[in-house]
T-cell receptor, first 117, second 113 residues
Framework: GAVVSQHPSWVICKSGTSVKIECRSL??????MFWYRQFPKQSLMLMAT?????????EQGVEKDKFLINHASLTLSTLTVTSAHPEDSSFYIC?????????????FGPGTRLTVT | GQNIDQPTEMTATEGAIVQINCTYQ??????LFWYQQHAGEAPTFLSY????GLEEKGRFSSFLSRSKGYSYLLLKELQMKDSASYLC??????????????FGKGTKLSVIP
């Protein structure tokens, strides 16, 4: 099946610094990628939808200036958490939609665990 | 918005059969997915239904009734490794080639010997 990679798998950073997370579709092109956040014992919450070559669409309550998304190519999207704070500590998961193959399912990356101290 | 409801927790015995239900309300329905998620890991795809009926895939089957806004995931011959959270997700078509997948809160299944 299709593979989506994420890097790094985990990161610890100090409050006030920025962290960049990369999401790559390895064997398919993804015009659309999604960024989710998952807090302990809760379900995945969609943060934003990223379309290649255009601005991301953010869900209500997600600060676009804090969570910068860049989808510069058909295989790469990045999420930058700017000025991170302890409450941003979470499990961030990206997924990429294979729009060339029915049922156009979303494949998920392995996730990035962010801890802000 | 979309409302997706599924039980929070279930327990079943190894070798048994368990059914996890999911009800939803949405406009622009474009399919229902089931994912399995082990603790600390990303979800993995289990099944997809867009038409009414049963889809079978080995030990796992998924059923959809669009008129009732209802789906279930059936797991047969349960194994200890099936202990995980099972996420029901509904895809909505928002127009202009845009799709969005919304997840339920997940059902934590514990398989006991």
């Amino acid at each position: 099946g299709a593979v989506v990679s994420q890097h790094p798998s985990w990161v610890i950073c100090k409050s006030g610094t920025s962290v960049k997370i990369e999401c790559r579709s390895l064997d398919f092109q993804a015009t659309t990628m999604f960024w989710y956040r998952q807090f302990p014992k809760q379900s995945l919450m969609l943060m934003a939808t990223s379309n290649e070559g255009s601005k991301a669409t953010y869900e209500q309550g997600v600060e676009k200036d804090k969570f910068l998304i860049n989808h510069a190519s058909l295989t790469l999207s990045t999420l930058t958490v700017t000025s991170a704070h302890p409450e941003d500590s979470s499990f961030y998961i990206c997924s990429a939609r294979d729009s060339a193959a029915y049922p156009y399912e979303q494949y998920f990356g392995p996730g990035t665990r962010l801890t802000v101290t | 918005g979309q409302n997706i409801d599924q039980p929070t927790e279930m327990t079943a015995t190894e070798g048994a059969i368990v059914q996890i239900n999911c009800t939803y309300q949405t406009s622009g329905f474009n399919g229902l997915f089931w994912y399995q998620q082990h603790a600390g890991e990303a979800p993995t795809f289990l099944s997809y239904n867009v038409l009414d009926g049963l889809e079978e895939k080995g030990r796992f089957s998924s059923f959809l009734s669009r008129s009732k806004g209802y789906s279930y995931l059936l797991l047969k011959e349960l194994q200890m490794k099936d202990s995980a959270s099972y996420l029901c997700a509904v895809r909505k078509y928002s127009g202009a080639g845009s799709y969005q997948l919304t997840f339920g809160k997940g059902t934590k299944l514990s398989v006991i010997p």
